[in-house]
Every structure is written in C-alpha cells, then in structure tokens.
C-alpha cells in the first residue's frame, strides 16, 4: 500500500510588483460585490486606487512592516501582513482568496504569529469589522479577546501568552466597574434576616455576615451554603441571587465560570483577625475576587501588613493565602462581593491587561 503524500507546507515570501493581480483579486473580493455592474476597467482603477491607498496606510502606522505572500506548492493563496514591535506583535491584515478559505490555511497561519508573540513575550494585537462574525468567532477559539476601543467599524482583540504566575502581585485591580448603587440597592432589597453569621468565631470580633449568592451544589443548610469548600466542584445560584439583578448582572462581566460567590458583611466597630484563606493564590489556580458594594474611608484591608483601599465599584483580585485583615470602625458598614474562580484562559487575560494597565 502506498504512503500517503505529504501535504506541502504553507509559506510566506515577500511580496513584490509582480503580485499587483493577485492583490486586485483579493481586494475585490472582500468588496462584497460593491463594484458589480461598473465597467471593468474603471472598477480596475479604484481597485488600484484602493490597494495603493490601503498599503500607505499600513506602512504608515507599522513601519517595517512585512508585508508576505502566502503559497503553496508554488500557487498563491493570499496575502498577511504583520508587525513586530517593542509592546506587541500586530496582525495588520489576512486574506485569503474565496477557493482557500475554510480548510485551516488561515488558522495555522494565525497560529504561526502567535506562536512567534509567545517566543517573544509579547502580546499580538488585530482589528476585525464588527460585522464579520466569522472571523470574530475563529479568533476567539484561538484565545483572542476583545478590548475596549475601536471606532465601531472595527473591534480591537488581543491575544496574550499565558501569565507568569510568579508574576502577580498580592493585591491588583482588574479592569472592570459596577454600579455599586444598584447593587447596594440589591442588598436592600434582601431581607434583613437573610445575613447569616460567620461561623469561625475565632477569625473576627464583632458583627461578620454572609449571604450565599452561588453554593455547592449539595449544600442545604445556611450554614454549609455559605462555606467555601475547595474540594467542591459543582456549584448554583442559590434562590438569593434571584433579588439581585444588578448583581447578576455583574457577575455576567466575568465571562469565566464562577465557584462560591457571596455578599459580606462587616458592622461598624468590628474587625477580621489576621489570618490566611489556604490554596487562594493565581499560583493555586483559584483566586478570590472582591468587588466592594458598601464602603467607607475608614475601613482598613490589611494584606500582608500593607493597606489596600478599595473604592466602591472597583474589582480587586487579593492573595489571601498570605497575611490579611480587615478593621471596621465605623461609621458605615462595610459590604463586599466575593467572588471565587478557577484560573482559566479568559481570567488570564484579564489579569495581564490589569497588570499591562498597572506597568
């Protein structure tokens, strides 16, 4: 039986003149049919006009740019443009014509640029049109993510390499907000007798309360709803969560799957004892998450002997397998949202824009 051949590779070479017609064709083909019934040969003149146009534009913004052809076996399947600079690999431009679409060419080639961004330490960074939803969802399932920007034309992404561990601080504020008022507006709406008394006596002096907001899964009482156990894995909405639309809704930012989540509540002249939460570190792969709802000047988050203030709205990831604690001396109480979440692909990414965002 004979072998099967070997499928030839892919390549890119420097584009050069004589590939002016394979630029034309690719071009119009990402027109959408826009030059149907013009006359041919005024249609060849805008495309020109257009390739001409599109290229002084990307040299300008990437200069040094390397600006490919992409073959097989000889034939010409498209073209990509990229550039390397000292923050970020750029994925200018990729486009294939119509007969080689649809069998991976385009994926392995993103795949090559990422893997040259891990090499390198850096980011890689694109914008796609709004309107391609199939672009969108393939740079997705290779780990892009959207960021905020873009002139509503285009949607910036980025992919980043994966977080060195080591590397996150103690205390780092993630890049979202909340409408802390709406959410405290939602603990107003709970019933008062809902707040359940923290059972490790030991941990704190004073008034120290939960409310259970998403459980394991076979927890019935109180008490066991609002433990956070490491060793569970499947967990629920309790029925507390149902009054708590605002909340929900910011639960729903995280786009990550979501473990325990909990209100908590500490009165006025009370305070948490130093102490640690084990196995709660990026390092771990499960962080706790707090988003303050009700806050005040005069309560102190210690961590590691250094206060962190934490303003309402704001969302804060806290090493809290190390030393911390919590004073409240009035004269407000003091709610937070906690949060615990398993480290995935997508919280990766948050935390290295937050830690982009804080360099």
Known sequence: MEAPQERPATLRRPEDAADADLRLRLLQTAQDGLFAGF????????????????????QAAHPGGRFDIVERDGVPLGRIVTAVGPEAIALVDLALLPEHRGRGIGSGL????IGEAEAAGLPVRLSVRAENEAAQRLYRRLGFRFVTGGDGVTL????RPRLDAAAVPDALRLPLAFDAAAMAADCAALAGGAWIDHFVRRNYDGDWSVIPLRAPADARHPIMMIQSDPAARDYVDTPFLDACPAIRAALAQFGSPLLSV?????????????HRDPELSFEDGAVRLHVPVITHDGVAFRLNGRRVPMAAGTCWYLRLSDLHAVENPGPGER???VLDAQVTPALSALFATAMEDAA
């Open 262 to 274: 909990r209100l908590m509540r500490l009165g006025p002249g009370s305070r948490i004892k130093e």
């Open 39 to 58: 006359d041919p040969a005024l249609t060849d003149l805008l495309l020109r006009q257009q390739c001409a146009a599109q290229d002084a534009g990307h």
């Open 156 to 159: 910036p992404m980025v992919w």
């Open 110 to 113: 993103i795949a090559a640029v």
């Open 335 to 337: 709610v937070h949202l």
